[in-house]
């Protein structure tokens, strides 16, 4: 008898909060079908504006000082796009000879942990690469990538073991790897702009040591035999050739290396106490 009262209690109350939420609801329909409508005076006006005019984008930074002639579109390439690109999110390489563990190496930390090759305490990267790869987009109206430039030693290491590669004048910030966007495969034309360059230059008229770029026919690591005069040295990595941790694209490049500092007036040699001339931060 009890549990018979619950249930009938239960059941009405149950209703009863049923209609009241029907109630609410058409309240509130109510409510939100009525308006009221926007009675304005036959003096009032709409607001008067100035339709907005298409303004010229201001340049960047980089692009305010860039060199005259170069196109707005394109990075003014400083000294900075020339930083180590090692990371500490780089894998471990494992090294093996005859399917042994000889070494493991780890990467730097990049242009985070360390600066660029110092000189007279300031970062140093040789101005004529500078030069050179601006005048290149200059000439291409295209971007010059830059895929690798300023090595540490630790970095250098971790993209090329090799005995060869333990001397790179990347290290010292002499040496530097790119292609052009645009012209992935045609790297022959940034070689001919290099050479006109020096023809061009009023600082190196009536100095054949510069104008005249020779084949080196000693054995290297290119199919392409390279170019060289007093400054430069050119090399063309075909797309199977040169590949590392810092070329792993799919593009020939062309390799830099500066041969004489024309600034103190000598060759450019590699040396360990040279390439330990990074600040660490």
């Known amino acids: 008898m009890i549990v ?81 690109r090692g990371s500490n999110l780089n894998p471990t390489r494992v090294l093996e000879e005859k399917g042994k563990e000889t070494e493991r190496l780890t990467d730097c930390g990049g242009a985070e942990k360390h600066s660029l090759p110092l000189r007279n305490e300031d970062e140093y990267i040789y101005p004529i690469l500078i030069e050179l790869l601006n005048h290149v987009q200059q000439i291409t109206k295209k971007p010059v990538v830059i895929t690798s430039a300023h090595r540490c030693p630790t970095h250098n290491s971790y993209v090329d073991p090799t005995p060869q590669n333990s001397a790179s004048k990347h290290m010292l910030g002499a040496e530097v790897d790119f292609y052009i966007q645009g012209l992935e495969n045609q790297p022959e034309v940034a070689v001919k702009i290099i050479m006109d360059f020096y023809k061009t230059q009023a600082r190196y008229q009536l100095q054949k040591e510069y104008l005249e770029f020779k084949r080196f026919e000693k054995k290297s690591n290119v199919q392409t035999l390279p170019w060289y005069n007093k400054e430069l040295f050119i090399k063309v990595f075909k797309a199977a050739e040169g590949r590392n941790y810092d070329n792993r694209h799919v593009h020939p490049y062309v390799n830099l290396q500066v041969r004489f500092d024309r600034e103190r007036n000598l060759a450019v040699n590699f040396t360990w106490e040279q390439a330990q001339q990074f600040l660490r931060k």
């Open 4 to 84: 018979r009262t619950f249930y009938f209690l239960f059941l009405a109350l149950s209703l009863t909060s049923c209609k009241e939420m029907q109630s609410n609801a058409t309240t509130q329909k109510e409510t939100k079908d009525h308006g009221e409508y926007i009675i304005r005076h036959d003096c009032e006006k709409r607001l008067d504006f100035t339709p907005p005019k298409v303004q010229e984008q201001k340049p960047y930074p980089w692009q305010e000082n860039a060199p005259k002639g170069l196109s707005q579109s394109l990075h003014h390439l400083n000294r900075d796009y020339f930083r180590c």
